[in-house]
């Protein structure tokens, strides 16, 4: 079961786990095996964990990266009239960037490959916002991309089977086996998907915070850093922001919710935090891109709004059509007058993930209505009384279990509260 062209898995093991680095055959065999399923979960299971402990070389992990992607098929792009650019957030609560920077970057010249995911634990997944939308579609062919991309400029959708299969293996092994939490294991799953995808350029939003997948701000620069070296060594010319995600983005958590924020954000309006983290990753969307445009002003005169509509409609969408409501709102009043000082991100998103906007199992439905509002931000004053939250949900039942999650995370104190920077660093 573990020899084969020359190659041991358990010297491959052994390798790693005493702080040598793999050659790239090595890596090329044991990924393609491991697909193949001629290497046992628990060989590579030890492999990862190795991995963990020892990290990977900066030549190694580029080698690992170019396996998970000839593990499928690379989309190619390079016919398009416009240049592509994407963007990756590592994702946070209350996170609708991707709805709005899409048609935004693309009505500004550029084009939007924006191969997504599905939301999982307390972060919101920007296919399930999207799934709000009536008639609106994720799945879609390579060459329906491709049409969308010259026709429309933008296009959000599922990544399909194809696009590297070993990292959809692997990441279910690294979930099972502690070794999610490894910065090379996490470069080269987002990384290897994004070159995948034929982008030529991409904005990475690595997010720092209580709410956010990294806590700790050195960890969140190395991880952006690895990947910004990564994405340059496959000829991606990447840059990375850290942006801050200890207070939620914008005004709610939730699917249909979120959608209509991004909504009133294209329309030229919405909460300023949400408008102002969008337009700098706009702007270096656009500096990669080479394309001259302000993203501010597409925001103001409706084209930015324009080409969310010719997305959704091109996708199957009906951008008229009435979001779902929730048929129960519970409010959470300020306990007394004052200043909000405490918003936490995490609590909030566990609180949306219980109204039912998030699901447990990557099989799990989830309600298209279901989040938290907030009518309040850090710095803020209120009045005893006045509505700070309001929790929405298909099912009452579920109203305890998300109070319990906001326990402590929502104080009205005396203030002031210190004006925290979003945009906290840019790598690249
Ligand atoms: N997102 C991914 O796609 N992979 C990881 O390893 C972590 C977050």
Not at 21 to 32: C, E, S
Not at 86 to 94: F, I, N, P, Q
Not at 155 to 160: D, F, K, L, M
Not at 320 to 327: G, Y
Request: charged fraction near 25%.
């Amino acid at each position: 079961m573990s020899a084969g062209e020359g190659f041991d898995v358990v010297d491959c093991i052994r390798d790693k786990r005493d702080g040598r680095a793999l050659t790239a055959g090595q890596i090329d065999w044991v990924v393609r095996s491991y697909v193949a399923g001629t290497v046992a979960d628990e060989q590579v299971a030890a492999l990862l964990m190795a991995v963990y402990w020892r990290g990977m070389e900066p030549a190694e992990l580029s080698r690992w990266t170019d396996a998970i992607i000839e593990s499928g098929e690379r989309v190619d792009l390079s016919g398009l009239s416009r240049p592509t650019v994407d963007k990756h957030s590592t994702g946070g609560v209350g996170d609708k960037v991707s709805l709005v920077l899409a048609p935004l970057v693309a009505a500004c010249g550029a084009a939007v490959p924006q191969l997504s995911g599905r939301g999982l634990g307390h972060t919101g997944g920007t296919l399930d916002k999207l799934e709000a939308i009536r008639g609106w579609r994720s799945d879609l062919s390579v060459d329906e991309v491709r049409h969308q991309l010259e026709s429309v400029g933008c296009v959000i959708c599922a990544a399909g089977p194809g696009l590297a299969p070993a990292d959809r293996k692997l990441y279910a092994l690294r979930d099972v086996t502690a070794t999610v939490e490894s910065i090379p294991l996490i470069a080269a799953s987002i990384m290897s998907k994004k070159i995948a995808e034929g982008t030529r350029a991409l904005v990475l939003d690595v997010k720092v915070g209580s709410g956010a997948f990294m806590t700790d701000r050195d960890r969140a620069r190395e991880l952006a850093r690895t990947m910004v070296s990564l994405g340059r060594d496959h000829e991606v010319d990447t840059v990375a922001l850290l942006t801050a995600m200890d207070t939620p983005l914008g005004r709610s958590a939730g699917n249909a919710l979120e959608v209509a924020e991004a909504v009133e954000v294209l329309s030229g309006g919405g909460p300023q935090d949400l408008v102002d983290v969008t337009v700098a990753l706009a702007e270096e969307m656009l500096r990669l891109a080479r394309v001259e445009a302000d993203p501010a002003r597409a925001l103001r005169d409706g084209s930015a709004l324009r080409a969310w509509r010719e997305m959704v409609v091109a996708q199957g969408g009906d951008p008229d059509a009435p979001l779902p409501r929730a048929p129960h709102v519970a409010p959470v009043v300020a306990p007394r007058s004052g200043v909000l000082t405490r918003l936490e991100a995490r609590a909030l998103g566990v609180a949306a993930w219980r109204l039912g906007a998030g699901r447990t199992r990557k099989e799990d439905p989830v309600s298209a209505s279901a989040g938290v509002v907030w009518h309040a931000r850090p710095g803020d004053e209120v009045r005893a009384g006045d509505t700070i939250l309001e929790l929405h949900t298909e099912d009452p039942s579920r109203v305890g279990r998300a109070l319990a999650a906001l326990e402590g995370a929502v104080l009205v104190g005396d203030g002031p509260v210190a004006d925290a920077p979003l945009v906290l660093e840019r790598i690249g």
